[in-house]
């Protein structure tokens, strides 16, 4: 059976969550605390030496790490992978754009109000990452206002990807009634079958 290290809170971790559901596929959830370290003992870094949730294990006892690697992993040869060339490439741009454009200044703002205390240093920072996370929400704006979903009319792994954060960006300092195409496909994603909320047990 697989089995998923993750963090409840963390929105890398619920994308595989997510698709895991979505897939209906039977997997061990094993909690892994990164406020108390615990992905930073040499038990966890030989299985991610990067320190890092989510992490994968197959049943093989290998393990795959980085939540879009995992993403593409399970979607293979199911209705959330992409179908052609063109889609593939499409896909992976959007899955680059989430890790570089987006998450940075999306889900770091929410991790720095949810888990840092009012005085801590980073607090400092929070309006530069709001800034430039806006933009990024901008980008977003602009390509769903004539499409429902990222890639190909089509919901998949492009849509999870940037869903995780983008969902639960207000909790970080993010205002969502500026993006009213960001909303209407929030909505739609919530609406897809098997739907898990963030922070549901698994």
Do not use: C
Not at 44 to 64: H, K, Q, T
Not at 143 to 148: F, G, I
Not at 181 to 190: D, K, P, Q, S
């Amino acid at each position: 059976m697989l089995k998923l290290y993750d963090y409840l809170d963390s929105g890398n971790g619920y994308k595989i969550r997510l698709l895991l559901r979505q897939l209906q596929l039977p997997f061990e959830y094993v909690e892994k605390d990164i406020l108390r370290g615990e992905t930073r003992t040499p038990e966890f870094l030989a299985r991610n030496p990067n320190g890092r949730i989510p992490v994968l294990e197959l049943d093989d006892g290998s393990f795959i790490f980085e939540s879009n690697a995992i993403l593409w992993y399970l979607a293979e040869d199911t209705r959330f992978a992409p179908r052609s060339r063109r889609a593939r490439a499409e896909t992976l741009q959007w899955m680059f754009f989430e890790q570089y454009s987006h998450e940075p200044y999306v889900a770091t703002p929410r991790f720095i109000v949810r888990h840092l205390a009012a005085d801590h240093p980073r607090r400092q920072d929070l309006p530069r990452l709001l800034e430039t996370g806006r933009a990024a929400l901008a980008v977003m704006e602009r390509h769903l206002k004539s499409r429902t979903f990222f890639v190909d009319e089509r919901y998949g792994i492009a849509d999870i990807a940037l869903y995780a954060y983008t969902h639960v960006a207000e909790q970080g300092g993010h205002v969502l009634a500026p993006y009213p195409a960001v909303r209407a496909w929030l909505a739609r994603v919530a609406a897809e079958p098997d739907y898990l909320a963030l922070d549901a047990q698994p």
